[in-house]
């Protein structure tokens, strides 16, 4: 799997670009957290509405969509909230996805991702 995530432009709205398959790792935590979100919250998320998580979820199941299959590369702007929950779902991802069945099989690729967004300086 090629993994690559990467830091544009910082801000508010904060430009990143990535690779579809780490927009896919986003959007199956994203489904497990939104699915689970009574046990996920109370590890990940801080003060955020089941409903404002569905939100995001869903913004990222779009831009699944409208990514172009010959795409090596996605690009996205989020804002701050946007970008410290997928901050947040990727750390979840790193932290527990060896402990879900849907998620294990990527969680190698995930802490790697997650590893190359700790390298960027907030």
């Excluded at 996605?74 to 991802?93: I, P, T």
């Amino acid at each position: 799997m090629k993994n690559m995530f990467k830091v544009v432009a910082q801000g508010d709205p904060t430009h990143v670009e990535m690779s579809p398959d780490v927009l896919d790792m986003a959007a199956q935590i994203s489904t497990y957290i939104d699915n689970n979100f009574i046990e996920s919250d109370f590890f990940t998320l801080g003060n955020v509405r089941h409903e404002d998580f569905s939100k995001f979820r869903s913004s990222i199941e779009e831009a699944q969509i409208d990514a172009s299959d010959e795409s090596d590369t996605v690009s996205l702007s989020l804002d701050k909230e946007q970008y410290r929950l997928f901050d947040a779902v990727m750390w979840y991802g790193s932290n527990f996805g060896d402990d879900i069945a849907e998620l294990e099989p990527l969680h190698d690729d995930i802490c790697d991702v997650r590893e190359e967004m700790n390298l960027i300086v907030e």
